[in-house]
């Protein structure tokens, strides 16, 4: 069924390639090189891997999961952010995954998870990206479709030979994908969600509660606090190195823009001529027909010249790209400002900057990537290596309608600690933020004491939050599971925080950042369900694999600690 083919790429196609990991590692064009010019990039569990290892095992796969996931398939974006949990942008996904990724594979060998060639087959088969479309009647939904042997040929041809990737690659990570789910399997045996406890949170969660909320508001409590200069001092020291500043850094840049020509304004249906109107139904659909092939012609043509230029431009980058390191690293050669010059780009120069006040030119959205992103976050991360000049440059980045932005860094001033007068507005802040809140909740502690003698003697809710200084109280008469709560007026969690509490009594004071509930609870009704049974079945499976996702990322955050994981690519 799966036959293995080999694709050529262009070198145009290739350099793509190599800037989308270059992108990824946040990387400059020095530093180590092993054989065949690939650069040592990471190092795990005491084995070294080169940027083809890590294109190959991360960066293609982590862009092939988003282009799949766009297909209506899930699985395999799935098994990326299994392995790569906690990532914070793209950069860290590719990254973590990598790691993942080989240490998934260390322990197949390990546990001796090993599938065959058939379940991997026979796995392929029930993607769905790869299921036909059956045809339907109106108005029924689509049925699962069967394997479609052309579609998958299509994406294997077409689509995973531009990301670097051949079809064993592909099966390769259909495998570890099936590896994940046994290796899971295998740390959970013997973990069961106990059926009773799950049965009784079920029964919590089809509640119906009626319970009455007031607020208090952080502002008051704020505006109450005045610390001294000494208590500011005495905060700020045992915690001063929490208080840092943010890198700022200087660039000079240029912006490779494509000229295309401008695109004529979107013409008018020509009006109908008398000729046209007394001309037979045959004559005029003729008519209609070939002014749709002008248009048509029109635009291929348009289109063609525009890629004719972006072409153009694209090569010409690459060419620029690899004779820098040829002028910039050795005596004679031409400068950075000189080879733009030549070739009629325009140099620019920034001051110093942090990440929160990045230049207008420089805000920027990379074109290439599946996720987005700023081509700011790949400039902070280019890590000079010493006086090797060419580390100071980024590689090409895709940006704006067809453009490049090649940067230097010029200067930068790291992080540091702040100096008390640097850090003292933020420290007065914090402090006053940590006594209001202890203030506020001690307030409502207080408010729950008054409202619940008041309510004793025969006061209505309102009235006693009020006197208890509340700012607002309501009630809620179909408080739910599934009921989404009003932001506006009620904390987001209020029905976990009652959903335990007894009729009649309070709950604990409900905390937010920047205010405070207590809520009383009337009464507390329960949905019968007539298919409770298999409901809780349900629900214990989902506890299951809950907890074996639980065991397995504790699992491989202990192996990813043990595995000492170098990052080369930073300190070269």
Not at 104 to 120: F, K, M, Q, S, T
Not at 122 to 149: H, N, S
Not at 231 to 248: C, L, N, Q, S, V
Request: glycine share 6%; with cysteine.
């Amino acid at each position: 069924m799966i036959e293995k083919l080999h694709r050529y790429r262009t070198l145009l196609v290739l350099g793509l390639v190599l800037v989308a990991a270059a992108l990824v590692i946040g990387m400059g064009s020095g530093g180590q090189r092993s054989a065949g010019g690939a650069r040592a990039v990471l190092g795990v569990a005491g084995k070294t891997y080169d940027s083809r290892d890590y294109q190959k095992l991360a960066v293609a796969p982590v862009q092939l999961s988003q282009m799949m996931l766009r297909m209506g398939d899930f699985a395999m974006y799935q098994f990326v952010f299994e392995l790569a949990k906690g990532a914070t942008s793209q950069d860290d996904m590719a990254e973590k995954f990598f790691v993942g990724r080989v240490i998934l594979r260390n322990a197949r060998d390990e546990y001796g998870i090993h599938p065959g060639a058939p379940e991997v087959s026979d796995f392929i088969r029930e993607m769905r990206a790869f299921a036909d479309t059956p045809a339907r009647e109106p108005g029924v939904p689509p049925a699962a479709g069967a394997f479609d042997e052309k579609k998958y040929r299509e994406f294997i041809d077409r689509t995973i030979g531009r990301l670097g990737l051949t079809e064993n690659d592909f099966l390769d990570l259909a495998a570890d994908m099936l590896a994940l789910s046994k290796l899971k399997s295998v740390l959970g045996s013997g973990v069961v969600a106990d059926r009773d406890s799950v049965a009784t949170e079920n029964l919590l969660k089809r509640q119906t509660i009626t319970a009455d909320i007031a607020r208090f508001d952080l502002t008051p409590f704020e505006e109450k606090i005045q610390p001294s200069e000494q208590e500011i001092k005495d905060y700020w020291g045992p915690i001063k190195d929490e208080f840092k500043t943010e890198a700022r850094r200087k660039f000079s840049y240029v912006l490779v823009t494509p000229v295309f020509p401008v695109e004529p304004a979107a013409e008018d249906e020509p009006k109908e001529t008398l000729a046209e109107a007394a001309a037979t139904p045959e004559a005029r659909e003729a008519a209609r027909k070939k002014r749709e092939e002008e248009k048509t012609l029109k635009a291929a043509a348009a289109a063609d010249k525009r890629r004719e230029i972006q072409m153009d431009v694209d090569v010409k980058v690459d060419e620029f790209t690899t004779t820098l390191e040829d002028n910039v690293t050795k005596p004679g050669g031409k400068t950075f400002e000189e080879m733009c010059q030549e070739n009629g780009w325009v140099v620019k120069t920034t001051d110093l900057f942090t990440l929160k006040d990045v230049p207008a030119e420089l805000d920027l959205t990379i074109r290439a990537s599946s996720q987005g992103g700023k081509a700011i976050d790949g400039l902070f991360k280019i890590h000079p290596n010493g006086e090797d000049e060419i580390s100071k440059y980024s590689q090409p980045i895709p940006v704006g309608d067809g453009q490049w932005l090649i940067a230097r860094l010029d200067g930068e001033e790291k992080v540091r600690e702040m100096t008390y007068s640097e850090a003292r507005a933020d420290a007065r802040a914090k402090l006053i933020e940590i006594k209001s809140t202890a203030d506020m909740k001690a307030a409502a502690e207080e408010a729950i004491k008054q409202v619940k003698e008041a309510l004793a003697a025969g006061k209505s809710f309102a009235d006693a939050a009020k006197e208890a200084g509340t700012v607002e109280s309501k009630s809620i008469t179909d408080l739910t599971s599934a009921r989404p709560a009003d932001s506006a007026t009620e904390p987001s969690n209020l029905f976990q925080a009652v959903s335990t509490v007894d009729p009649g009594t309070f709950g604990d004071v409900i905390m937010e950042l920047d205010r405070a509930f207590i809520a009383y609870v009337v009464k507390r009704e329960v949905v019968k369900d007539p298919n409770s049974t298999t409901t809780v079945d349900s629900a214990v499976s989902m506890a299951n694999n809950t907890q074996g996702t639980l065991i397995f990322d504790s699992w491989l955050a202990a192996r990813v600690e043990d595995a000492k994981v170098d990052q080369i690519y930073k300190h070269q």
